[in-house]
């Protein structure tokens, strides 16, 4: 059974710019959490998506968006990106979100702003 | 998100060695807990979890100690092998509502063959 999947592994952008990361959870999860890491840090939450709608939000700023496709699969938008924004982006899904939860990582997505 | 050092603490062991990992969460009505081992270039993956109502719960060469009173959260590793070196992190989870998994900061193994 494939794990989650991000892409791209590698993104590099500048200053002002957008970036969009992708996510697909493992199949039969619904909910799907992401996370950044930025380099040396622990994670921090961003957002949490079940059956297409936003359930939470962290403690970032309305640049950072994202939305939870019919299939399950997510993706994160990044608008006017600055340069703290370079992170490493992990996806997380599990089952249902409520309650104790085990969460799946992928690979995460490594976002540099230049 | 929040601004800390670059600098995780470390925690260095001979390979054999038993090494204890230490986590002090935040909340109080946390009810579940997990750790995570995260290798370079990976995400996070799962090791162990325990819910408030246990003090202790062992897994395949882990073991899990929870002190609700000054919580507090240990990773016991037997027998530390050098392919458990890592980064290692506690995470928490309230039992209320939309809750999300509150990661620690997270500690270094390095373990010398």
């Known amino acids: 059974e494939a794990g989650v999947t991000q892409s791209p592994t590698h993104l590099i952008k500048t200053r002002g710019q957008q970036a969009t990361l992708r996510c697909s959870p493992i199949?039969?999860?619904?909910?799907v959490y992401w996370y950044q890491q930025a380099l040396g840090l622990g994670l921090q939450f961003l957002l949490w998506?079940?059956?297409?709608?936003?359930?939470n939000r962290g403690n970032f700023p309305p640049r950072f968006s994202g939305r939870q496709f019919p299939n399950y699969s997510s993706e994160l938008n990044v608008n006017a990106l600055e340069l703290e924004d370079s992170a490493l982006y992990l996806c997380?899904?599990?089952?249902?979100?409520?309650?104790?939860?085990?969460?799946?990582f992928g690979a995460g997505s490594r976002l540099t702003v230049l | 998100g929040e601004s800390v050092g670059l600098h995780l603490p470390t925690l260095s062991v001979q390979e054999g060695d038993n090494s204890i990992i230490n986590c002090a969460y935040s909340?109080?009505?946390?009810?579940?807990f997990i750790w995570y081992k995260q290798e370079s270039g990976k995400g996070p993956q799962f090791i162990i979890d325990?819910?408030?109502?246990?003090d202790k719960r062992q897994g395949q060469r882990v073991t899990v100690l929870l002190n609700k009173t000054v919580k507090h959260l240990s990773l016991q590793i037997a027998a530390t092998q050098p392919g458990d070196s890592a980064v290692y992190f506690c995470?928490?989870?309230?039992?209320?509502?939309?809750?999300?998994?509150?990661f620690g900061k997270g500690t270094m193994l390095l373990v010398s063959p």
């Open positions: 997380a899904s599990s089952l249902l979100g409520a309650g104790a939860n085990v969460l799946t």
């Open positions: 199949s039969g999860h619904t909910s």
């Open positions: 998506y079940d059956e297409g709608e936003e359930r």
């Open positions: 909340n109080s009505a946390s009810d579940y």
């Open positions: 325990i819910r408030s109502n246990m």
């Open positions: 995470a928490e989870l309230p039992l209320a509502g939309y809750s999300t998994l509150t």
